[in-house]
């Protein structure tokens, strides 16, 4: 999808993040002790800028690690670049430095930083056209979302206070052990508000026999989807044993990498595809995935990070429209509301896409000054 104009680039900026105080989602996978973030800024060669961000939950440093990454590579190829399109600029990129790469064991990293660039680069390409990202795509200006990550000591309140908001789906970290995963849903199903649903996500954290036996146990709970039974580099024969076993609607995308392994798990029994904005593809590919899905399958992006990613999140789902919800976690994160605070407000189960020219609302300056890593 190409723009009027092309732009040049002039430089990179990268904004490595750190917030301590907010709360950590209850995962098996593990703690988020700090939230990190790495936010990424293009500068065209007009001064306009674009806003980006580069998947960096864990560990801690990983911000550091991929900072450190984008200006010691990626920078010294940039300045100078034109493109009329976001894709355009990172196929010019995977061309030039796929292979170094492959060479240093780092092919998933170099797809997050493509990913957090082509983010930016469609903001930068809006800015530079004077368009939002709605007017552009001929859209509504609002996004659907769903509460995720409600963690066990706060489900009374967050089920009370999001559906307060408007939000009807609700989703629960388990994957600890089997019997108080399945205490843990059915206490959330005495509670839910009248029309909600819940959706579980386990973080890859069973083998297949274990998913095929908590997940029929939690068959009575109407659950909207399973999200992430098993690791997600199974071979697609363990996903479609899966599937095959129970009612509940498989779910996966986080770490999922490329539209046909997309597919291929759509062909497994996987129905509801979660590509990650700032892990995989930016916002070129989570459209160009919605251009292909197949029939009986729905697209919910996959967010857990700052309020610039999560605002990308929200425009990629008005892309697609209602039938698209997009994550947002549910815990207090600096990095979302200090950040970005009127951009991620949920009115009606929904949010309002950026109004003046870009793709997103940009960064709080002293919130980049607040949480800036030492």
């Known amino acids: 999808m190409s723009f009027e104009h092309d732009v040049t680039l002039s430089s990179i900026e990268l904004y490595p ?17 700090v939230r990190p973030a790495l936010l990424v800024k293009l500068v065209a060669d007009d001064g306009c800028f674009g806003w980006g961000e580069i998947w960096a939950n864990f560990p801690p440093r990983a911000n550091l690690h991929k900072a450190h990454l984008v200006e010691d590579v990626v920078a010294s190829h ?19 430095l796929s292979t170094y790469f492959l060479h240093i064991g780092q092919e998933r990293v170099f797809e997050h930083i493509l990913a957090g660039l082509d983010t930016a680069a469609w903001d930068l390409c809006l800015r530079h056209a004077g368009q939002n990202f709605a ?23 967050r089920l009370s206070d999001h559906a307060q908001m408007g939000q009807t789906e609700f989703k ?29 996500d386990s973080n890859q954290c069973w083998n297949t026999d274990d998913a095929i036996q908590i997940l029929q146990r939690l068959e009575e709970y109407d659950l909207l989807f399973a999200e992430e039974p098993i690791r997600a580099d199974l071979g697609l024969d363990a996903w479609e044993r899966l599937a095959q076993a129970t009612r509940i609607p498989l779910a996966g995308g986080e770490n999922i990498y490329g539209v046909d392994q997309f597919l291929r798990m759509t062909n497994a029994g996987v129905r509801v595809l979660q590509p990650d904005v700032a892990k995989w593809g930016g916002v070129t590919g989570a459209l160009d995935l919605a251009e292909m899905l197949p ?12 309020g610039i990613g999560q605002q990308a999140g929200f425009a990629i789902s008005a892309a697609i429209g209602s039938a698209s919800k997009c994550e947002m976690d549910v815990n207090e994160n600096p990095l979302r509301s200090d950040l970005c605070d009127a951009a991620v407000e949920v009115t009606n189960g929904q949010v309002a ?6 793709l997103l609302a940009p960064p709080a300056e002293l919130a980049l000054q607040t949480y800036a890593c030492a």
């Open 78 to 96: 940039i300045a100078g670049v034109t493109f009329a399109a976001p894709v355009e600029l990172t196929e010019f990129l995977r061309h030039r």
């Open 17 to 33: 993040l750190n917030a301590h105080g907010g709360v950590s989602p209850n995962m098996a996978l593990g703690q988020m002790p």
């Open 353 to 358: 896409l950026a109004s003046e020219p870009g």
């Open 295 to 306: 029939d009986g399958c729905m697209l919910w992006p996959h967010f857990m990070g700052s």
């Open 172 to 200: 629960l970290k388990i994957g600890f052990d089997a019997d108080s995963d399945v205490a843990f849903v059915a206490e959330a199903a005495q509670q839910l508000p009248d029309s909600g649903r819940l959706m579980i």
């Open 135 to 157: 007017s552009f795509m001929q859209i509504d200006g609002s996004a659907h979302c769903y509460a995720s990550s409600v963690n066990r000591p706060d489900l009374t309140r």
